[in-house]
Nanobody
Framework: QVQLVESGGGLVQAGGSLRLSCVAS????????MGWYRQAPGKQRELVAM???????NYADSVKGRFAISRDNAKNTAYLQMNSLKAEDTAVYYC????????????????????WGQGTQVTVSS
């Protein structure tokens, strides 16, 4: 089993900063992609920032220049540094990862699956 656990959310004033962390644990062979989505009340879940399987990073236009994603491969951890926060950044932030695992089915087999964390609330007061 694979688990993603986020931390670091909270309440902050507009213009402030927060740093989110996401730790992946379990029977992980490789993390193919890892990043962050968010969902505000009444809105669809949207991509915030992501390390792709090709090793590049993608950011939503609304956070470019303010947010930075980083990772520590040795710790299976991704971070999201959020600066110059705005009221419109208020949302539940979810960690997402595509992770390669192994299983036994007529021999040893491998698969890549998407996993989600439980979410962490970020509230920015204006």
């Amino acid at each position: 089993q694979v688990q993603l656990v986020e931390s670091g959310g909270g309440l902050v004033q507009a213009g402030g900063s927060l740093r989110l962390s996401c730790v992946a644990s379990g029977a992980i062979l490789n993390i193919n992609a890892m990043g962050w989505y968010r969902q505000a009340p009444g809105k669809q879940r949207e991509l915030v920032a992501m390390f792709t399987s090709g090793g590049s990073t993608n950011y939503a236009d609304s956070v470019k220049g303010r947010f930075a994603i980083s990772r520590d491969n040795a710790k299976n951890t991704a971070y999201l540094q959020m600066n110059s926060l705005k009221a419109e950044d208020t949302a539940v932030y979810y960690c997402n990862a595509n992770i390669k695992t192994a299983y036994l089915s007529g021999g040893l087999r491998f698969t890549g699956s998407d996993y989600w964390g439980q979410g962490t609330q970020v509230t920015v007061s204006s």
